[in-house]
Structures are given as structure tokens and as C-alpha cells.
């Protein structure tokens, strides 16, 4: 039986185990206040359950949940500024008059988290940095999370470095790791697909940071909601709801950073606004301020809960940032480059709780991301006699270009990458005492693509020798359509617990005018955690996930062989003359490309004895089919010729070729008369050119450690032991 069937079957077995049972719906309700104060919280989310049944406090800090079935359930309350409360509990009949007190976060708190925390909840490794480790870390840079992860090193921060995340790699590039280890922010994956340029990974320093509220790193078997991704996944929350001014000022040998934001209640029954503005520059050196990156970030969020059953969450962020190098005085040479880095991200996200009998709430959610990278370099060009341009675009032979001595060239490239998304979740929540099933489907599209001009010079004249503009806009955007559905069940067993999640994520790409194979691919996931008792739980999980290529691999550049067969000298002031055969070659399909894909298997173990939390996961990650670039070579032949015996050149002559043969002819009249060159060789070589392909499958395993110590309290001071 295929992995598929297989995980298609323990999903209708799994649903099919809860289909007779029933219960009856009861009621919640009780008020969030302020542990201090006792005054009443406004916005704060009362979850059961994850984020299927919610609900969120008025102004008087009431809140009220209706239709909840009996059983056991993890509550989870939460409100921006405040330490979440997380506690388990039993509903057998009607639960009224609940009071929730929240207490104010802060580093000075008995208990805050400053590294992150594996989830006790989880089937799967999962590590939580909230906004507590955050703050401790003091970072400038999404990157610098990789310090708090098991086995990570602490580097020094540097925005002038595009640094990019990378999961479960070992330190090493090898199958495109962090190319696979995907990122959201707020649900908008941030874009890469539609990126030319070579498969490094997602760059981080465009995020900003200070209005983080947490983040999820995934690097266990994802669920089958999630694709387009190898490695891992890293889930970024902003700061959403009523909160207080908030200045922030950090300063380091080489970068400033302030922030400002502040959630805005705009009364009953309109909303929350929050709105966050950061600054941050860097130099790359302390002794030489001319180069340096600036970020300029900002984040817009609006939320609101209508009819208490409807809640909207829209927004926009972005970054209006870039690296200037500006002209060094130093260095005399009128020299700079420059990159602009404009990120828009809008989105919105609609839950709307039904809690019926066959649905508990259905999302919808939409998202744009649009990078506007435009880059351009302005050099200084000094050559001690003529040099050819060659710019021909069709194959045959051509007289080149004679390039000035000496001269200021452009050559800007200007990539804008526009992404959309659409998805429609339907989740399912039943629960029968302590048996719980959570069912969960849905249907997803994903268009990648790239608006901008692409690379040129900006006086095509001094472009550089076999350079040939490519316009990015000309290529077709990639649609990606994927379903999925899973369930995921806790059955007791005796005094043990085993939670059972299965599930199978569908994709399929489209391309305009491609005719890829392999552009459907089905990816089973399957995870299961046993539970022995409350201090001992084993765990293990397999799956498939897939990686979508990116443009640098579906489009690779058109090459060009420019082969120099006629050179000759005139004049009195050392001009010259150059003839070319120019051989493009491009291959824009390759049937055998095959999509990248990963199997992700581990097993765990989960203990708490004494006060020390310990977990230990062993993995094995096969990367297949890793995308690579492959020599593909073609064989040329090209006429060589030279002067004709006993020619004198004329001072000021005029050559043509023929297009097709290659002939050269020289005249000294200004047409009226012309003599051809003789032919040195008819020579036969091979073209060099790059075509996509898949590489070697690449195996990557380890074990990951941590250990969390019990707090010493009179020095305030818990350890951690972590390695990887």
C-alpha cells in the first residue's frame, strides 16, 4: 500500500472512530481582570483548544463561550502586555462566573521565559520564543532567533549582511536548506520563488523586529496545512491589540535602533488598532560610515469581533529601507552602489465561529507580498586600449562595439517580486470526555511572480563585453492550487494518552506554456505522541513535504558564446576592429526536472522530573531531487580568418561580415571596392551551458538536546543546557 492510501485510510478510520459518539453543548463564561488593579481587560482572547473555539472580553472584560461539548480542554487567555494563563480544564456542566487574572509582562517577573520553550502540547518539535526571550536577546535581526534554538550560536548582529535562517542543517548549504526552511509573518509567507538570483534562502533583515510578539519555529513534521518548504517552518506573530506607548532605543558599535507603537481602542464595537514604526541603521564599518543599510519598518493591524461569533484581522507592514554605499572620498573614484528594499505585505484573516455540529469555524484568509529590490551600481572603467562590446542576440556572426577608454557605467537591476494568496480552512472540533478529535481541511492558492524590468544598463552603449539585458517581467507567474485535510486524535488509554494525527496535502502547479512533468505531488504526514503520565511522554513522526522551484531554476538565463574570430589593428591612435560568432543557447524545459522533496522522520522523548525539563529528539531529514544547475554542452563551429596576404590596411577603413557565413571584408573607400580576409580555420568547440536539473539525495541526521534547570531563586537565575 502507497504511503498515501495509507494515510488517506487512518484518516476515515480516525474519523469514522468519533462519528457515533455525541454530547451535549454547555455553556462558559466569566470576566478578565488585572491581577493588580482588578480593573477589567478589554481584548483579551480566551481560547479552547488552540484557536477553534473563542472568545474575546468587552470593555467590562466579560466574556462568553456557548455550544461547548463536555470534556477536558486546554484553556488558553491571552492579551498584549500580559503574561498568557494557561490552564487545563474539565467541563461537565455549565461553567459560569470565571475569573481570569492576568498579570502585566515584564523581565522583572518571577517565571518569564527569555529562550525558547518547547511546547508541552505539541505532537511535534516545536519551539516558542515569546516576547520575554525577545527582549533578552536584544536582536536587530530575525536571524539572531538561531541563538535560542537547540545547538545555536550567538553572531554578532549585522544588518549590512542579508542573513538568512536555516533549519536542521547542520551548518551546511548542501540539497538548498535554506532555500526549504520557509517563513511567515502574520501568515504571508515571505516571498523567494519568484527571486532570480541563486537559491541562499529567504533574507531576514527587512523584518522588523521590536513588534514581534512571538515566534513559532517548526522543525518536526509540519502539518499537512503547510507546503511549499523542506526544512522547516518559521511562523512569525506581530503585536495585535490595546497597548501602551511603547519608545525603544538600542544602540551597538555599529547600529542605532529606535521604535515607537501603541494599540488604539477605538471605542465599543469599533476595533483595535495598533500601529508600530521602527528605525534601524547600520555600517558595515566602524572606520568608514559611506556604506550602510537602513531599515524604515511599519506595521499597521486592525482587529475587530463583530456579533461575537465574526473576527477580523486585516493589516499591512512593510519596509521602506535599503544599503547605500555612498562615493568614499578616500578613494577617488566617484564610486557607489545602491539598493533599495521596499516590502509591502497587506493581508487579512476572517474566522468565523459557527459551532455547529459539523463545523466549529471556517477561515478565510488573503495576502499580498511585494518586494521591490532595485539595485544599481555606478563603476569606473579605465582601459589602456579599445575594447570590444559584443551584444549580439541572434546566433551568426557581427562586428563589435568599441568601448571608450575610459567612462561611467549603470547597470541596474530591478527585480519586484508580487505574490498572492488565497485560503478557505474548515475546522472541526468534537469532544467526548476525555476523547478529542479535531478535524481540519482546506484549500489554498498561490501565485508567485516578478513585475520588474530586470537587469540593463542604463546606456545600453557602455554596457560590458557579452552582456544582454533580461527583462524579468517576461516570464510567466507560477499557481500553485493545493487541498489538504487531517485529523488528529487523543484517545485515553488506561491511565495513558495517545494523540494520533494524520494527514495529506495535495499540490498542483501551473505554469503558462510549460510543459513540466511531475507538477502534482501528493505528501503524507503522520505523527503520534504517547503520553505515559504527566512527566514521561514518547513521541515520533514521518512525512513528505515538497518544494516548489524558484525562478532561478525554472528560468535559468540565456547564455550566450561569443567567440572572437577576426581582430586587426588601424590608425594611428590604436583602433581596432573585432568580429564575433555569437551562439545562444537557452534551455527553458527540461522534462526530467523533478520537484525537491524531503522525508522528515524523528522520535522523542519528553520528561520532567525534579523540576528539569528534558527533551530529546533524534531526526533524519532525505533531501531528493535537490535542485541543481547541470553542464550541458553543445558543439559550435566558427570561422576563424585573418588578413589576406600582401593587405595593407587602410587608415580609416570600413569592415562588414556576413551574418551566416562569416565572411569578412574590409574596404578603403568607403564601400565603393571591398576585399575579403582569407580564412585562417574552419575551428569545431563545445558551448558550456547551464540547464536545471536535480542533484544527489542529500541525508542529513542528528540529535538535539535540551535541558531547562529549576530556577535559583535567591539569585533569580534558571540554566540551560541545550546542543544540537
Request: overall charge neutral; hydrophobic content about 35%; charged content about 20%.
Amino acid at each position: 500500500m502507497k504511503a498515501s492510501n495509507l494515510i488517506m485510510t487512518l484518516v476515515a478510520l480516525l474519523m469514522f472512530s468519533v462519528s457515533t459518539l455525541a454530547a451535549g453543548p454547555l455553556k462558559m463564561n466569566g470576566k478578565v481582570v488585572d491581577s493588580k488593579s482588578g480593573e477589567a481587560v478589554a481584548g483579551a482572547v480566551v481560547r479552547l483548544d488552540g484557536n477553534y473555539l473563542w472568545a474575546v472580553s468587552d470593555l467590562n472584560g466579560k466574556f462568553s463561550l456557548d455550544g461547548v461539548q463536555q470534556g477536558d480542554y486546554d484553556m488558553n487567555v491571552s492579551c498584549l502586555g500580559y503574561v498568557d494563563v494557561n490552564r487545563r480544564i474539565s467541563v461537565k456542566r455549565d461553567l459560569t462566573g470565571l475569573e481570569i487574572r492576568l498579570t502585566v509582562s515584564s523581565l522583572a517577573l518571577e517565571g518569564v521565559v527569555v529562550t525558547a520553550e518547547k511546547s508541552k502540547d505539541n505532537i511535534n518539535t516545536t519551539q516558542k520564543i515569546g516576547r520575554g526571550a525577545l527582549d533578552h536577546l536584544q536582536m536587530s535581526n530575525m536571524a539572531d532567533i538561531s541563538a535560542l534554538l537547540p545547538g545555536g550560536k550567538t553572531i554578532n548582529p549585522d544588518l549590512t549582511t542579508n542573513n538568512v535562517l536555516s533549519l536542521r542543517s547542520g551548518g551546511s548549504t548542501a540539497g538548498n536548506a535554506a532555500f526549504g526552511t520557509a517563513i511567515e509573518v502574520d501568515g504571508v509567507r515571505i516571498g523567494g520563488n519568484a527571486s532570480f538570483g541563486k537559491m541562499e534562502g529567504t533574507g531576514t533583515r527587512s523584518i522588523s523586529v521590536d513588534n514581534i510578539e512571538s515566534v513559532e519555529v517548526i522543525t518536526g513534521v509540519p502539518s499537512a496545512e503547510y507546503g511549499d518548504l523542506n526544512s522547516g517552518m518559521i511562523r512569525v506573530i506581530t503585536k495585535k491589540g490595546k497597548t501602551p506607548v511603547n519608545v525603544t532605543f538600542s544602540v551597538n558599535p555599529r547600529t542605532y535602533e529606535t521604535s515607537a507603537s501603541k494599540g488604539f481602542d477605538l471605542g465599543d464595537r469599533n476595533g483595535v488598532l495598533n500601529v508600530s514604526m521602527e528605525w534601524a541603521k547600520a555600517t558595515k564599518k566602524l572606520t568608514s560610515p559611506y556604506t550602510s543599510y537602513t531599515r524604515r519598518g511599519f506595521t499597521l493591524d486592525y482587529s475587530n469581533t463583530f456579533a461575537k461569533r465574526l473576527r477580523l484581522e486585516a493589516g499591512i507592514s512593510g519596509n521602506l529601507g535599503g544599503m547605500n554605499s555612498k562615493n568614499d572620498p578616500d578613494l577617488f573614484s566617484d564610486e557607489y552602489s545602491k539598493v533599495r528594499d521596499y516590502v509591502l505585505t497587506p493581508h487579512f484573516k476572517l474566522l468565523w465561529l459557527l459551532n455547529k455540529s459539523w463545523v466549529t469555524n471556517i477561515r478565510l484568509e488573503g495576502s499580498a507580498y511585494y518586494h521591490d529590490k532595485l539595485s544599481k551600481a555606478h563603476e569606473y572603467n579605465s582601459y589602456g586600449s579599445s575594447q570590444p562590446s559584443v551584444h549580439y542576440a541572434e546566433e551568426g556572426y557581427s562586428l563589435a562595439d568599441a568601448l571608450p577608454l575610459t567612462f561611467y557605467s549603470d547597470l541596474v537591476e530591478d527585480s519586484r517580486e508580487l505574490d498572492y494568496s488565497l485560503g478557505l480552512h474548515y475546522n472541526w472540533l468534537k469532544h467526548w470526555g476525555k476523547v478529542k478529535s479535531v478535524l481540519k481541511a482546506g484549500a489554498t492558492w498561490k501565485a508567485d511572480g516578478n513585475v520588474g524590468e530586470g537587469e540593463y544598463y542604463e546606456d545600453p552603449s557602455l554596457a560590458a563585453n557579452g552582456y544582454r539585458p533580461r527583462p524579468y517581467k517576461d516570464y510567466p507567474y507560477m499557481h500553485n492550487a493545493a487541498c489538504y485535510i487531517e485529523d488528529n486524535l487523543t484517545l485515553p488509554i488506561g491511565k495513558t494518552s495517545l494523540n494520533l494525527s494524520a494527514g495529506l496535502r495535495w499540490e498542483n502547479v501551473l505554469i503558462k506554456n510549460s510543459s513540466y512533468d511531475n507538477l502534482r505531488t501528493l505528501s503524507p504526514r503522520l505523527n503520534a505522541k504517547w503520553s505515559l503520565d504527566r512527566h514521561l511522554a514518547i513521541r515520533g513522526g514521518w512525512g513528505i513535504t515538497q518544494k516548489l522551484p524558484s525562478f532561478f531554476i525554472l528560468y535559468p538565463r540565456q547564455e550566450y558564446r561569443d567567440i572572437q574570430v577576426f581582430g586587426a589593428s588601424y590608425g594611428t591612435s590604436g583602433q581596432a576592429a573585432y568580429a564575433y560568432h555569437t551562439v545562444p543557447y537557452s534551455i527553458k524545459y527540461n522534462p526530467g526536472l523533478k520537484w525537491q522533496s524531503n522525508s522528515n522522520s524523528e522520535i522523542g522523548i519528553d520528561a520532567e522530573y525534579g523540576g528539569v525539563r528534558l527533551s530529546l529528539v533524534g531526526f533524519l531529514n532525505i533531501t531528493r531531487n535537490p535542485y541543481a544547475m547541470q553542464n550541458s554542452y553543445t558543439p559550435v563551429n566558427n570561422r576563424i580568418s585573418m588578413l589576406h596576404d600582401g593587405f595593407t590596411m587602410p587608415a580609416d577603413p570600413t569592415f562588414k561580415v556576413d551574418q551566416h557565413t562569416g565572411v569578412i571584408s574590409v574596404s578603403g573607400d568607403n564601400g565603393a571596392s571591398w576585399t575579403e580576409m582569407d580564412t585562417k580555420v574552419n575551428d569545431r568547440t563545445f558551448v558550456n551551458s547551464s540547464v536545471q536539473g536535480n542533484g544527489k539525495s542529500i541525508r542529513r541526521s542528528g540529535v538535539e538536546l535540551t535541558a531547562d534547570f529549576p530556577e535559583i531563586r535567591p539569585i533569580r537565575t534558571s540554566f540551560r543546557l541545550d546542543a544540537s
